[in-house]
């Protein structure tokens, strides 16, 4: 028993909610056992924002965002295929969101946002707005949110081949849509009004496997 606590703790590293203000999660290898799960502060929506920052060399299918819901595996993820563009998916219907050099080994800042009144979602990345496209979807209960892996299956469901590997940072979600002038703010780091469902400054959540949370690298260096 003492050595299956052991090994339990291991695996699962949990903290009361914590200001992870410079710092980010590293995903340092493919696996489908490495994850965060992220415990929201609201268990209903009828429309969401998310937004993140993200580094990657990968040129697979990966998930950047994760959120499942019963009965809906893929109740609202953002997600990168292997093909030019970012997917947004609202319960299982998705489009595709593209036109744009999405670099590797280049740090991102991603915003996505959907309202169930109009079924319409909206991607940002690098504080350029794509065009807004319908993907319908009505309200979503009871979610459970996961960056590292794509759920397949409420909560699990891991394939290692759509896994995320690199580093994600600063991660925030609302109930609401934020404007366009909130969304700049979050790009450019300055003044933003904190998620109130997600927030990076009091982030409620639990790491799987092998997952660092570490410094987010910044250069001081004088001569």
Partial sequence: MA??????MLTA??????????????????????YVKLTPNTLDFRAITVC?????????NHAL????????????????????GIQIYVHGQGETFGG??????????????WDSVTGV?????????????????ARITNPSIIIGQEQDSYGGGFDKTQSFVGMISDVHMWDYTLSACEIQKYMLDR?????????WKALDYTTYGRVLTEQKPT???TE
């Fill in 219 to 221: 250069c001081s260096c």
């Fill in 191 to 199: 003044n933003l009004t904190p998620g109130n469902v997600l927030n």
């Fill in 13 to 34: 590293c949990a903290a009361t909610p914590q200001d992870l203000s410079g710092k980010m999660f590293t995903f340092p290898q493919e696996s489908n056992t490495a």
């Fill in 52 to 60: 993140l920052r993200t580094i990657t060399d990968l040129n697979r």
């Fill in 3 to 8: 050595l299956y606590l052991l090994l339990l």
């Fill in 100 to 113: 744009e050099d999405y670099k590797v080994n280049t740090w991102h800042s991603i915003c996505s946002t």
């Fill in 121 to 137: 979602a909206q991607l940002w990345i690098d504080n350029k707005p794509f065009i807004r496209k319908y993907v319908g979807g």
């Fill in 65 to 84: 965002f994760s959120l499942s819901a019963t009965p809906s595996n893929n109740a609202f993820v953002i997600y990168k295929p292997t093909a030019d």
